[in-house]
């Protein structure tokens, strides 16, 4: 127990640190931009009519004038007291913007994450227990495939074809236009969740079943599997037993790095649907020159992958005996 | 095919695919010109025999179009690729020393790969002021991470082979070993590591144009033309999207069975397959 204890306290350390480096990055990356944010907001031909009084106050306003140094430890104080600033586009607190956001993005990528998993998972391993075989084939075609599609024309083919097309679903936004806030029923909001949520899920099996097919068929080839064979183990009964168990850690890594990859697909996607979510509101922040947000929303994300990342190594502790007793060191 | 064996079929596919990646490339160059060419008399055209794309509202022809997207979507790719690649087997070797170079390189493989990778390649192309610099910048430098850590991997597990070990013992220098042990071991990896990084490049520079961060709006780069395509598809023109993501999907299939084939070659575990 101690020593599960003393593993998880390192892990924390070293994903605090790592957050610490995300936010110096993320700022320097910024404070390196030549994009002004007067210019950006206020426009060009506006700027040239302001007096230099008024452009004095609006420059404060953005924070132009300060070394980034001083700007950086200014945030990073703030930060920890859990002020992320105010957004310069939506006029709000940054953690209230993220906050909104992240609960409609939330829906989404908690939808695409499980779909992703179990999927990938299943397809992963009915291809690597059948390696060379049809099912194989076919699964792995289509892996390559949704791997090889851009996941913003993927959502505008599906767009395209249910939304244009058919009618069926909404073409975009989170909920109906035109519709008074209160009235908005959470049937609608999930009808409008449905195709951005389709699209995250489709490209996100292909990774996992790739992954986990390499695996399944480099375990199918150990002895130990050779051997349950020889004792005349059925196929169904060798895969569930042997197989599924000692797919299970990489399968957990794979489904907790997906984390990452789903957030990135959100951003495309959000964007093709017009969807009010965190991605979307990222790339708003990144066009607009909306520093606070763009900042707040890389440390938060990368928040979400560490901690994805945490507790695929709390749970290997669970899952596998050797490492649970402190047999294994890792 | 049948009496063809594996690797024979393999050399054959790498060989296709890299005529038709130069064939596109080479086509996109000659119809620069011809891709800017607006004609108001032809605007809204669907797929015809004269526009096999179709044309846009302002009567380009969609087919030249994305011909010189894809051949500029190669070009970046090729650049990029190599640039991440280069830096990936540079920080990968510099593991090697051990101590805590190789702890500051595992922190910044750790570091990259904990920021949505989207998200990484707006922030470097912001830095970089967006357009083509900042596309390039932002795909070249956030690629490396996943090889370098598949080199970082190979590296520390020769360090500890006895041949290695050994060949220290007799006094062998460290440059020697680098060269005799280290390359032909590495060189695989690094090739097969190279090829598979332009999908990934090749996608990344296209959503992050798609998204405004990179390729400006003049450059007929698919990114842009699929971005325009958005405000025409409610009334219609499914062309102006179908057609050119599907050659990009093409394109980047093609550069991924490169890939495929070319590990097949060279990995030694397979070669009786």
Redesign the interface.
Known sequence: MKHRLTFTGKKLIRML???L??SL??F???S????DPLQTNVGQAALGTMSQEQIAKLEDYWGVNDPPAQRYLGWLGDFVRGDMGTSLLYRQPVSQVIGQRLQNSLWLMVFAWVISGVLGLTLGVIAGANRGGLADKLIRGYC??I???????LA??L??IFG?WLGWLP?GLSVPIGVDAASVTLADRLYHAILPALTLSITGVANIALHTREKMADIMEQDYILLARARGESHRSIVLRHGLRNVALPAITLQFASI??I??GS??VE??FSYPGLGQA??NA??GGDLPL?LG??VV??AL??GGNLIADLLYGVVDPKIRRGVAKL | MRHWNGRRAALALLLLALLVLCAVTAAGCLLGEQAMVTDFSRKNLSPCGAFLFGTDWMGRDMLARTLTGLSLSIRIGLLTAGVSAVLALVLGLASALGGWVDSVVS?CI??V???????LV???S????KGFVGVVAGVALSHWPSLARVIRGEVLQLKGATYVRTAEKLGVSRLQIARRHFLPHLLPQFLTGLVLQF?HAI?HE??VT????GLSSEQPAIGVI?SE??NY??T?K?WL??FP?LS??LV??LF??MGEQLRKLLDPASVHR
């Open positions: 640190l790592l957050l480096g995300v990055a993320a320097l990356l910024m390196a931009s030549p994009l390559l495939l791997s090889s599609t851009p996941a913003f024309w505008l083919l767009l395209m244009v073409i990452s990859e957030f990135g951003v495309l964007q093709v990222a790339v990144g066009l763009l929303i890389t994300s990368a992958v560490f | 922190w750790d570091l790969m904990g920021i949505p990778h989207i998200l707006m922030l470097i912001l830095a970089f002021g999908p996608l296209a959503s798609f998204l405004g961060f699929l395509s958005m598809l409610t219609g499914w999207a179908v993501g990009l999907v980047v299939v991924a069975a």
